[in-house]
């Protein structure tokens, strides 16, 4: 085993590696953006092709020695545009940040007006973040959503009708509905702007159908590769065939110098995964675990954002409950659940500290929980919440996510 291997050269690593397999083995994985790949998309990250040079396109390369670099790059490239009904798809951006920011270079230039989804709302950091570089370089104007955890297309409307930005963003890492990206276009459309559609948390949501496809609506879109998609951690662009040059400049030699070709072999299984039907029964089962879960916790009298979820996550809003964030999430850590503090609309915490928990399905539905299973983490969930003071009822609650951990083991086979 590979383990074995590093343990010869570096028994620190080893050691650290073995007891973060650990961990995720014992806990309930509930941080919405992260998932479990299959041991081949593993696999692959692991091999050879991290020792090559492949600056440039497939059989456009700076580099010799590229031929079966290429051949693996063009069976991601047309996997991709296979999976999401593209025109275009550039397989190198090393992250979802990158991808964004590669679209940004060829759509805007410095200055320039961009709408995005505010951070605090549900956006993400490369959406016009102060702290980014989206919002260092471009003047940004930021929606955001309704008290229903709805995005209010009026007012997007006629925040783009009054600052006619060159660049609309629509995506999210945390929105619990559906996002309409005809409407988007709509708006993109009556204003001039071009249109990116970020669905690095719902890809695979996308690409089974389970929500609807920003094709043909946008002109670009960018999605990660390990969040529901379930590949290794890298970035996708999509985009229409007049954008192809265009973007793919941008990448390279615009952004990034030479590719994760080992990655690139990763993502190209995963995307072959992720065209089977396997996959199908995953995405829909996603979703009626994010529903199960989100329907427990209000049994037990907790309040989510927007009251329920139509995808794969949903915030607990703690304010009722006079419980802060950052506390109960770690809280939940000590009874084996993991999942990150988030803001709800209007919230009156810092972001710090904030008064909600994001929660997502799709790591535990890889392991196998299904809708019970999701009944009695929202039961563990809700006991926590109210009983985070008395350490007896949290080590009770650790033993029973332990047996839900139990029950579905990782990597076994
Ligand atoms: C996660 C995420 C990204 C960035 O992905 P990284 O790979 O972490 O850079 C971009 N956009 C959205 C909407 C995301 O949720």
């Known amino acids: 085993m590979e383990i074995e291997v590093i343990r010869k050269t570096d028994p620190e690593v080893a050691e650290l590696i073995e007891k973060e397999f650990e961990r995720q083995q014992t806990t309930i994985e509930l941080i919405a953006s992260e998932n479990f790949t299959s041991k081949a998309v593993m696999a692959a990250a692991g091999t050879v092709l991290t020792n090559k040079y492949a600056e440039g396109k497939p059989y456009k390369r ?24 593209a025109d275009h798809a550039n397989v190198q951006p090393h992250s979802g940040a990158q991808a964004n920011m590669a679209v940004f270079m060829y759509a805007v230039k410095p200055g320039d007006t961009v709408m995005g989804m505010d951070l605090s709302n549900g ?181 989510i954002v927007g009251n329920g979820t139509d995808n794969h996550l949903m915030t607990l809003d703690l304010r009722k409950m006079n419980k802060t964030g950052k506390d109960i999430a770690n809280v939940l850590e000590k009874v084996g659940i993991t999942a990150n503090k988030n803001t709800v609309p209007n919230d009156p915490q810092s972001p710090f500290v904030t008064s909600g928990v994001r929660l997502g399905s799709p790591a535990v539905t890889t392991r196998g929980f299904k809708e019970e299973d999701m009944k009695e983490v929202g039961k563990i969930i809700a006991e926590a919440v109210k009983n985070s003071d008395s350490e007896e009822k949290l080590k009770e609650l650790r033993h029973r996510s332990l047996a839900l951990c139990k029950k579905y083991p990782l990597y076994e086979d």
């Open 62 to 85: 700076f580099y010799n020695g590229c031929e079966n670099i290429d051949k693996i790059e063009e069976l991601a490239q047309e996997r991709a545009k296979k999976l999401f009904n």
């Open 123 to 303: 956006g993400h950091l490369s959406h016009g973040s102060p702290v980014n570089f989206s919002g260092l370089y471009f003047n940004i104007v930021s929606y955001g959503i309704n008290n229903n955890g709805e995005i209010d297309y009026e007012n997007v409307r006629q925040l783009a009708l009054e600052n006619k930005p060159k660049l609309i963003i629509a995506g999210a890492s945390n929105y619990s509905k559906i996002i309409d990206f005809k409407k988007f276009k709509e708006i993109a459309d009556e204003v001039g702007a071009l249109l990116l559609a970020d669905i690095a948390h719902i890809a695979a949501l996308v690409a089974t159908g389970e929500h609807p496809s920003p094709f043909p609506y946008a002109d670009f879109v960018t999605t990660t590769t390990h969040k529901t998609l379930r590949g290794p951690r890298g970035g996708i662009i999509m985009c229409k065939q007049e954008h192809a040059a265009g973007i793919d400049k941008a990448v390279f030699p615009g952004m990034q110098g030479g590719p994760l070709e080992h990655i690139i072999a990763a993502k190209a299984i995963a995307l072959k995964e992720a065209l089977s039907d396997d996959f199908k029964v995953y995405a829909k089962q996603v979703v009626l675990n994010a529903k199960a879960l989100a329907n427990s916790l209000i049994e037990e009298g907790l309040d």
